[in-house]
């Protein structure tokens, strides 16, 4: 934008979530680590205003609050290295903290997404996610921003002397650094396949607790990990691509019930997030299920959506779910936007 007109314009930038089918390789005796098969959706969704303002400042709504610290820090990083200009962030619309979102990860690289366009930056998402010291397990995230659809990584090489000490490199994203983004491997729109969204009573973990969980846990054994790359590749991908919704459906729930590292997620979690996937099992109003991450949100797929929200509801009504929603896939990349600037500094913008 034109420098006369700088203090009347902001950013704004939209994207979806991140949701996690499962991580692929938690042992790395082939020389890669982790990599992830995941996929965009629409909502929940993260919406971020970056604003002209005299200093750096940065606010947020609810679920945004729990990534204050990280984003007024990434900003202050962003501006130096970048010698922009100050700016107030408003995360207007923050993903659920702590629950599969991806909203760490989702929430630091898109405001520096935004940021970058807001200081005539031309910096890439992975010059980004490197700043905010994210991917350094998975790129799913800082990817699906610049893609949406379905995705699966490769995941990161190991270092030399990984077979020293391999949980000291088997950690979770948040303590494993900003490394060098994934590669991606797959990426392709996903089929319009209407998505439950579920939101069990459930364990949220992160921080200590989930590191601690991580070196409880890895590395899984390297048959383990072979299966459910293979799952991965031969399955669940070739499904997407195919749009084949009984094949998906199997390879979904291979990955839930049957994958060795998503059996231990789900052993960490509250007992009405196992009652509920034992029950999606066992029923017939849904076709496949999954849990994102270490949860506790789970996703599901039905051709019966009377059956499914009639079941949910019990269940609600039960104490295991405290709400639930049908989104879609998001097949398109981040949206960001310039947008008017009023003299109350809020932008105003449908």
Known sequence: MAEALSREWGVRIRTGCRVSFTLIDLNGETGRRNGMAS??????????????????EVEADENGSAHLESVRSLLDRLREAWQGPPARVVIRKGLPPHTG???????AVAVG??????????????????????????????????????????????????????RRYL?????????????????????????LVIIPNGNQMHGEAERDFFARTLPIPAEEARRTAHAVLMNLATSVLEED??????????????????????DMQSSQV?????E?????????????????????????????????????????????????????PADVSWIPVLDDGLAVVA
């Open 39 to 56: 996929m965009a959706l629409r909502s929940p969704g993260l919406e971020a205003v970056v604003l002209p303002h005299d200093s750096n």
């Open 101 to 107: 979102f991806g909203s760490g990860t989702t929430t």
């Open 113 to 166: 997404r935004a940021y970058a366009q807001f200081a005539g930056v031309s910096a890439g998402i992975a010059e980004i996610a490197r700043a905010a010291g994210r991917a350094g397990t998975s790129g799913a995230s800082p990817n699906l921003i610049e893609r949406g659809g379905f995705l699966v990584d490769g995941g990161h090489r190991n270092p030399d002397d990984f077979a020293e000490d391999p």
């Open 171 to 195: 950690v979770p994203t948040r303590y494993a650094g900003g490394g060098r983004r994934p590669p991606v491997l797959i990426s392709a729109p996903f089929p319009a396949w209407p998505i």
């Open 245 to 266: 919704y009984t094949a998906f459906c199997r390879a979904v729930d291979f990955l839930t019930y049957e994958s060795h590292f998503k059996r231990k997620q789900i």
């Open 274 to 278: 196992k009652f509920l996937l034992e």
């Open 280 to 332: 999606a099992r066992r029923g017939t109003e849904i076709d496949a299920v999954a849990m994102s991450s270490e949860g506790p949100m789970c996703y599901a797929f039905t051709r019966r959506p009377r059956a499914a929200v009639d079941w949910l509801s019990g269940l609600r009504e039960a104490g295991v779910v405290r709400d639930f929603w049908f989104s879609g896939p998001r097949n398109a």
